[in-house]
């Protein structure tokens, strides 16, 4: 089939719309920060990754400036030099460690523009003829790994069901592969894409507390055999190996227990999320595959791709499906459930359980406001409409949610508090439509 070329200028321009699309993180719907255009990104606290430099540089520069400097002419063939050479390339070795665990995307998995496929209907109406139906996604799935029976959760805000592993970071707003934790102190989210670098980071800032604790041990003994003096005399000519011994000694309890932990953790494939959630200790753990195999697979395996192009133009199809993402007739599995984030350890509500007055009075004020602003929206895009085409298709809404909420009231026993908004809202519909969600407020 023949297809006419585009006029001479509908090329360009459309090149031009191109171009004028934003990136990819400069609309980024979660909390996370990016510098350099996108090419790095951090958590919503990247101030933290700045106090974590300073606690590391400033201890190694006093040792190089007040013990290294000394110690390089306390050994022969000039072997002191090295003392000062090995803090140095280790502290920067431990800085690059720091970057790629806190700037690097850390397994975010990229949120759907819409809503996965509903397994089922929930909800009828009679009134006149028409069936309207609410979709009702499943809460959870099961999926088997490795010959065991795991839950996977959904989540409302990406629109998609969590991959074995994956938790919903409250602190960046992001679902993560793989996630172990939020730290504060790299001020990113730690997951599949990162975790290795966390770990070799916190160990080797175990090692060089190690080593500046120790070397300033070898000051205070070389001052002590050179002037012949008492250990605590010669501890007073070296303040400065004084505060390194303390702050050493309180570091390496913190960064040290660290790394032991997530080197049980590693030895057991789990996460700290795990860990301290399900507690595979009083069952089976699908994911651990052995010692040896274990560390082979944190230390060895390929790290995949990011799934995300923090750089790319957002297209636009991308934002028709982002502005139409809401007017799908699917019912979230938290709907009606009072808020709470399920990776926080707050009891979720089962859908069988019932719910207070309250928790309806919400809903039905919630859905009165969104038939009001629909009326508005159309009354205001065309004056022109039918107003009594209109009421009929309100009335036939309203219809199916007094049907559903019908059946909330034979649950939890608010059927009198159920009609009595349903009365005023019929009133209102009477008066004139405009009052709807006013009234269904109160």
Same mark, same amino acid.
């Given at each position: 089939m023949y297809v006419p070329p585009l006029p001479g200028g509908a090329g360009a321009r459309g090149e031009a719309a191109a171009c004028e699309q934003p990136r990819v993180y400069q609309v980024w719907r979660g909390s996370n920060e990016f510098f350099l255009q996108g090419r790095f990104i951090f958590g919503p606290d990247v101030r933290s990754v700045f106090l974590t430099m300073f606690l590391i540089v400033a201890? !190694?520069?006093?040792?190089?400036? =007040?013990?290294?400097?000394?110690?390089?002419?306390?050994?022969?063939?000039?072997? /002191?030099?090295?003392v000062? #050479? #090995? !803090? #140095?390339? =280790?502290?920067?070795?431990?800085?690059?460690?720091?970057?790629?665990?806190? /700037?690097?995307?850390?397994?975010?998995?990229?949120? &759907?523009?819409?809503?996965? *496929?509903? *397994?089922?209907?929930?909800? &009828?109406?009679?009134?006149?003829?028409?069936?309207?139906?609410?979709?009702?996604?499943?809460?959870?799935? *099961?999926? !088997? !790994? &490795? /010959?065991?029976?795991?839950r996977v959760k959904y989540c409302d805000t990406c629109m998609l069901y969590r991959p074995p592993r994956c938790s919903h970071c409250s602190i960046c707003n992001n679902c993560v592969e793989r996630f172990d934790h939020h730290c504060p102190w790299v001020g990113q989210c730690i997951g599949l894409r990162n975790y290795r670098f966390f770990y070799m980071f916190v160990f080797s800032t175990t090692l060089i507390c190690l080593y500046v604790f120790a070397f300033s041990w070898v000051y205070v003994i070389k001052i002590r055999d050179t002037e012949h003096l008492t250990i605590w005399k010669a501890l007073l000519k070296t303040p400065a190996s004084i505060v390194l011994i303390i702050y050493c000694f309180l570091c390496v309890w913190f960064v040290g227990g660290l790394s032991v932990f997530h080197f049980y953790l590693m030895s057991t494939n789990q996460t700290t999320y795990e860990n301290f959630r399900y507690r595979y200790d009083r069952r089976a753990n699908p994911y651990n595959r052995g010692i040896l195999n274990n =560390?082979?697979?944190?230390?060895?395996?390929a790290i995949p791709p990011s799934k995300n192009n923090f750089r790319a133009r957002v297209t636009v199809e991308q934002g028709l499906q982002q502005s139409h993402v809401q007017s799908r007739g699917f019912m979230s599995p938290n709907m009606g459930k009072p808020a709470g984030d399920l990776e926080m350890g707050r009891k979720p509500v089962a859908w069988d359980e019932p719910r207070t007055a309250a928790d309806i009075r919400d809903l039905e004020a919630g859905l009165g406001g969104m038939l009001d602003e629909k009326e508005g929206r159309i009354s205001h895009a065309s004056p022109d409409l039918s107003r009594d085409g209109f009421q009929g298709e309100l009335m036939e809404g309203r219809a199916g949610m007094h049907s559903r909420d019908s059946s909330w009231a034979h649950r939890t026993g608010t059927s009198e508090s159920v009609d009595s908004v349903a009365q005023q809202m019929a009133t209102a519909q009477a008066n004139g439509g405009g009052h709807v969600a006013t009234i269904a407020t109160r």
């Open positions: 201890p !190694v520069v006093t040792f190089c400036v =007040f013990v290294a400097r000394h110690l390089m002419y306390q050994f022969p063939d000039h072997w /002191g030099i090295s000062m #050479v #090995v !803090v #140095v390339v =280790f502290t920067i070795y431990d800085l690059i460690l720091l970057l790629l665990t806190s /700037g690097r995307d850390p397994g975010i998995i990229p949120r &759907n523009s819409h809503p996965p *496929e509903p *397994e089922a209907t929930d909800g &009828n109406s009679d009134i006149g003829g028409q069936t309207p139906q609410q979709f009702r996604l499943p809460r959870t799935k *099961e999926v !088997v !790994v &490795n /010959g065991i029976s795991v =560390f082979l697979e944190i230390f060895c395996s």
